[in-house]
């Protein structure tokens, strides 16, 4: 389905993964979830996606890292990026990575789909 909205969602925390996975796929996207920024690159490039959800605090590695790499990398600058925390100071810093926006945890469900739809045309 050439339609079908991809979206790719960072998080360590599997509860997160598998609730974010089953919601957004009752909504109609096409999800691939991740626990880890392990071959990050390889995989936005083998999948494509429309838009990442990605977690600031990734076991000790910083999701913010991961955001500014993609955004200075040619191919994968215009993917909007909306990043999620728990923790209350992540805000700045996500934007200080080029988020496109920032959810802080914990969130409505539906309020983080609506901000993916809205990046997703």
């Keep these: 389905m050439p339609n079908t909205k991809r979206v790719l969602v ?3 925390d599997q509860d997160i993964l598998d609730a974010l996975q089953l919601t957004f796929e009752s909504e ?11 071959k ?11 838009a990442i959800v990605l977690d600031v605090l990734l ?11 993609l955004k200075n990398t040619l191919k994968t600058k215009d993917i909007p990026i909306i990043m999620i925390s728990a923790h209350p100071d992540a805000a700045t810093s996500t934007k200080a990575a080029q988020a496109n926006d920032f959810l802080a945890k914990p969130f409505d469900i539906y309020e983080l789909i609506g901000l993916v739809a809205k990046y997703i045309h």
């Design 10 to 12: 960072v998080d360590d």
């Design 28 to 38: 109609g996207f096409e999800v691939l979830t991740k626990d880890t920024t392990e």
């Design 40 to 50: 990050i690159m390889e995989t936005v490039s083998n999948f494509k996606p429309q």
């Design 59 to 69: 076991s000790g590695e910083d999701g913010t890292v991961v955001c500014k790499k």
